[in-house]
């Protein structure tokens, strides 16, 4: 089931870590959706239209994403296609705990469509900016970027990217399930004739790589050009995982004059300074790394605490 839309609306920024101001009852809401609430990739492809990329985007994010039920969307602007996974589940749990209601909300765009024209940086919440970097909407600590606007959607004019929210698993019954296997008979034909077409689009692919080994004088063998794309997913894999440390530190829970003061990263070593901690009342601090499965080398200096961890 999918929710409908219509474009009439307010337009509310949806951000785990900023307040929602609530209008009057049933006031329409068109939702844009933090870059903390989906993963995006910027590329291009051996295909010219966004069907056929749809075919394509599960095997791009496939060994990139955290375990979870994730949905697809893709969209091309000039010469490249922007990707993107997102959790339904997630988005509709922060929506309810927000306090909006469903049936107001008429459109749901990616802060990604909406912003990939902007020069300034935006205070998204108390301990985040986004701004755009060769195209991407990021997100990025407060304390890295020296001068940040408040986000106002005010005059701000939405472009027709948008997403729909599955509300429910695929719970498919008998009779639904006659339908649809109907119906999917009825495509093997469609889809038939686009496999034979995307099946040549493959050779030609082949002969095009073939080509580029030639001209731009690749090494020799796959296994050679695999060990060096390993080298460089290792680093991608890398900075995913410092990206995923960043917000456990950013969205951990801190009490009274506790704050963090510092955050360094040299030689794959990751540390985090938080000030007002002195050894004994660390405890509430250290769990939540616990929780998270952390490994980590506390020490304390006066009254603060530093936690290092490797990458």
């Known amino acids: 089931m999918f929710m409908k839309f219509k474009q009439s609306a307010t337009v509310v920024f949806l951000d785990p870590q900023r307040s929602i101001e609530l209008g009057e009852k049933g006031e329409k809401i068109r939702l844009i959706l933090s870059p903390s609430l989906y993963w995006v990739k910027k590329t291009k492809l051996p295909v010219k239209s966004v069907r056929e990329a749809r075919t394509l985007l599960e095997s791009f994010f496939e060994d990139s994403l955290p375990k979870g039920a994730y949905s697809y969307e893709v969209y091309k602007k000039e010469d490249d296609f922007f990707l993107f996974a997102y959790e339904d589940k997630k988005i509709l749990e922060l929506i309810a705990q927000k306090g909006l209601s469903l049936s107001n909300i008429s459109s749901i765009h990616f802060a990604q469509s909406e912003f990939d024209a902007s020069e300034d940086a935006f205070t998204v919440n108390e301990s985040e900016v986004m701004y755009v970097k060769d195209g991407v909407v990021l997100l990025t ?6 001068e940040a606007k408040e986000l106002d959607l005010k005059d701000i004019k939405l472009s027709k990217h ?13 009779k639904s399930l006659y339908t649809i296997a109907f119906i999917a008979l009825a495509f093997i034909f469609v889809l038939g004739g686009e496999l034979f077409i995307t099946a040549s689009k493959i050779a030609k692919t082949e002969k095009a790589k073939d080509a580029l080994f030639s001209k731009y004088k690749l090494q020799s063998t796959m296994f050679q050009n695999r060990s060096t794309q390993s080298k460089y997913s290792k680093m991608y894999k890398r900075g995913e995982k410092l990206r995923l440390i960043i917000s456990y530190f950013l969205n951990m829970k801190l009490q009274g004059e506790q704050k963090i003061s510092l955050i360094e990263y040299r030689n794959r070593l990751f540390s985090v300074t938080i000030s007002g901690v002195s ?4 405890r509430k601090i250290l769990a939540q790394l616990d929780n998270k499965k952390v490994k980590y080398t506390p020490s304390f200096n006066k009254e603060s605490m530093k936690v290092e961890i490797k990458i």
């Open 162 to 174: 948008r997403i729909r929210l599955q509300q429910f698993g695929h719970i498919v019954d008998k």
């Open 141 to 146: 600590p407060s304390s890295w970027v020296q």
């Open 279 to 282: 050894e004994g009342n660390e």
